[in-house]
């Protein structure tokens, strides 16, 4: 069986995307129909952990499922317009390629809601797993020969130990660069505009860039 290439793992929001304004658009829609108040601008601050865990803050246990099911259904039609790519996205993906690897998401975020995402804004990935956050990520990487993962989330840097690759962090998210160090990551770069190099410095054994 011939072996697969090697692939460069990223997260979805805040890493490739900024999905802060569609997910905006999105809870005050969900608010506008259930009823039920959903502080948009302090959910979209904490980005990263599964749906289930910020609807948890604002819904009643018993209401959450129903909740989570509601706000997929509103999502592609307040969430994935709005959306942009992160600065240097469209350029980590391409030196990804050009340096002969794959492109794998692994993201919390249903799949079906992340292809929309991918597809509307023209970035590619070779394989996409989603509702995946955590140490539940780390099959999903071991799976599609995930050399490193970027991630912009300290849970994204567990994912990355979990399945013993190094974790590249981006400080483009809710966390600190002192909290992706402390979580395990093996880089830290302030956004992706610095991904190409540190890759190339990767590939010819130079070691991980701070």
Do not use: N
């Amino acid at each position: 069986m011939p072996s697969v290439t090697a692939a460069v793992g990223f997260d979805l929001d805040m890493t490739l995307i900024d999905s802060r304004p569609g997910i905006r658009a999105a809870y005050r829609a969900l608010t506008e129909q259930t009823g039920v108040y959903v502080d948009a601008d302090l959910a979209v601050s904490r980005l990263g952990p599964p749906l289930r865990t910020e609807l948890g803050h604002w819904f009643p246990p018993e209401q959450v499922e129903e909740a989570v099911t509601t706000y997929r259904e509103l999502y592609p039609e307040y969430a994935i317009t709005p959306t942009v790519p992160m600065p240097g996205a469209v350029e980590a993906l391409a030196a990804v390629r050009d340096m002969g690897l794959r492109v794998v998401v692994v993201t919390s975020k249903l799949g079906r809601l992340a292809h929309l995402h991918l597809e509307h804004l023209g970035l590619v990935a070779d394989e996409l797993a989603g509702d995946l956050f955590a140490e539940g990520k780390a099959t999903a990487l071991v799976e599609h020969g995930v050399r490193w993962y970027v991630g912009d989330h300290v849970a994204d840097m567990v994912a990355a130990r979990t399945a013993r690759v190094p974790g590249i962090g981006v400080a483009t998210g809710p966390c600190s660069p002192d909290d992706l160090w402390a979580a395990g990551a093996s880089s830290v770069l302030k956004d992706l505009d610095g991904l190409p190099a540190l890759l190339r410095e990767i590939a010819v054994g130079s070691g991980p860039a701070a």
